[in-house]
């Protein structure tokens, strides 16, 4: 059974910094596209970042380039996401998303696990 299960989220101050953690179980996660989506209230859910299954593709959207780090522990089977320098309007609630297609999509369909997701909020 597949199931991904997010940490990490909280109350930061701008500027602040924060490390979200997707532990990962199931068989079929092997060598997937990991991702993490955020939705704030009232906007649709968009693709922060992805990374291939070894680590070698990455992809970080534009508003969280050189600010936001994506990694994986295949070993461990635990997705990261290392954000730094947050801002008020990274508030949202984050999800760790898997994909076996070998892609890193920023369509939300295409990913066929979630987590449950996990809040993040930033004050000025």
């Known amino acids: 059974q597949v199931q991904l299960v997010e940490s990490g989220g909280g109350l930061v101050q701008a500027g602040g910094s924060l490390r979200l953690s997707c532990a990962t179980s199931?068989?079929?996660?092997?060598?997937?596209?990991l991702a993490w989506f955020r939705q704030a209230p009232g906007k649709e859910r968009e693709l922060v970042a992805g990374?291939?299954?070894?680590?070698?593709?990455?992809y970080h959207a534009e508003s969280v380039k050189g600010r936001f780090t994506i990694s994986r522990d295949n070993a461990n089977k635990v997705l990261y996401l290392q954000m730094t320098s947050l801002k008020v309007e990274d508030t949202a609630v984050y999800y760790c998303?898997?994909?076996?297609?070998?892609?890193?999509?920023?369509?939300?369909?295409?990913?066929?696990?979630w987590g449950q997701g996990t809040q993040v909020t930033v004050s000025s």
């Open positions: 998303a898997a994909s076996t297609d070998g892609r890193i999509s920023s369509i939300p369909r295409l990913y066929s696990y």
């Open positions: 990374i291939g299954w070894s680590a070698g593709q990455t």
């Open positions: 199931g068989r079929t996660l092997i060598r997937s596209t």
